[in-house]
């Protein structure tokens, strides 16, 4: 929106006024670079250790179900509509091959409710069809994968 304006502004605008509105974007760009570097959790697993920034994108102390046999049809939006009936549901993701684009047969999704994440799976796991294959369900393990040490570090 100040960009907008600032294009729209630009030749009425004297010039102290417009290195004020330049030094607010930048600072706004600044903020959101270092918020994203805030939520990358370390992570921990096979020996390894690296920084995972996708997980800022989840509700903090979710319930995660992971979703497998996921065919390549399936997108974010269909394994969203699977779960949506789920009052405590929050989000869905298909894990997809950064080169190709293409799904890996996976994806997670995300309940405020312990109680619903066992419902989902005691009434989906392997009767509910996600595109054109039955889902196989399991409880996530990311927490597990989570490097703590590192996190307080972090803080």
Request: proline share 3%; hydrophobic share 35%.
């Amino acid at each position: 929106q100040a960009q907008v304006l600032f294009q729209k502004d630009a030749q009425t605008i004297n010039p102290e006024a417009l290195e004020n509105v330049k030094a607010a974007l930048a600072s706004g760009d600044n903020e959101q670079k270092s918020e994203a570097k805030k939520r990358a959790i370390p992570r921990k697993a096979a020996g390894q250790s690296w920084e995972d920034s996708t997980l800022g994108d989840w509700p903090e102390n979710d319930f995660r179900l992971f979703c497998g046999d996921l065919g390549n049809e399936v997108n974010d939006e269909v394994l969203t509509k699977a779960f949506t009936r789920f009052p405590s549901f929050n989000m869905a993701r298909v894990v997809r091959d950064k080169r190709t684009g293409k799904t890996k047969g996976y994806g997670f999704v995300s309940f405020s409710s312990a109680a619903d994440l066992a419902f989902a799976m005691k009434e989906m796991n392997g009767k509910f069809y996600v595109g054109n294959r039955p889902i196989k369900l399991r409880k996530s393990t990311w927490k597990e994968r989570t490097d703590y040490e590192a996190l307080e570090k972090q803080k």
